[in-house]
């Protein structure tokens, strides 16, 4: 039962264009969203978090938005560079204080220099 | 400020063996949860750990075992290895309950033959 989804296995742009990741759930429970980014070799790096009572936040390049009506949020990372080049995962947090986050599968996004 | 840091990087055990895996929380935070990721997937919650005790546990067997010591440090226990446990062991760490995000460490690779 795979409560976030994250459809697309990879995305390709060019650098300076706009990245758009998608992600969907299925629990209406779950309170707040994030994005992390992942290196080769390395843990999650956190980007940027929504709450589900907001439907967009910023964050320089990166801005998240969420439809809580449709269960999807989405990033967008405008411009693209070529260091944004990594797996991206959304992560989803239900109420209470038990720490757990269930992540999607990951993105991979290449930005083409 | 010192950011999560996991020990040891690399692992080999065998079938059957027992394995711990040590993590140290970010400056401040008291919170810290483990996470195995397998290739290809997002990280999946095996437990929290919150002023010295377990306080929220995902769906693995109770031969995944941890422990929090006075100074925020973690380990996490595996015993009786099986091949699938072979994957990426992540330790993650926050500022308390209430706060949502949590910052990842390196991991840790896990090979087990």
Sequence with gaps: DQQVKQNSPSLSVQEGRISILNCDYTNSMFDYFLWYKKYPAEGPTFLISISSIKDKNEDGRFTVFLNKSAKHLSLHIVPSQPGDSAVYFCAAKSSGNTGKLIFGQGTTLQVKP | ?113
């Design chain 2, 1 to 113: 400020e010192t950011g999560v840091t996991q020990s040891p990087t690399h692992l080999i055990k065998t079938r059957g063996q027992q394995v711990t895996l040590r993590c140290s929380s970010q400056s401040g935070h008291n919170t810290v949860s483990w996470y195995q990721q397998a290739l290809g997937q997002g990280p999946q919650f095996i437990f929290q750990y919150y002023r010295e005790e377990e306080n929220g546990r995902g769906n693995f067997p109770p031969r995944f075992s941890g422990l929090q010591f006075p100074n925020y440090s973690s380990e996490l226990n595996v015993n009786a290895l099986e091949l699938d446990d072979s994957a990426l062991y992540l330790c993650a760490s926050r500022q308390g309950l209430s706060q949502e995000t949590q910052y990842f460490g390196p991991g840790t690779r896990l090979l087990v033959l």
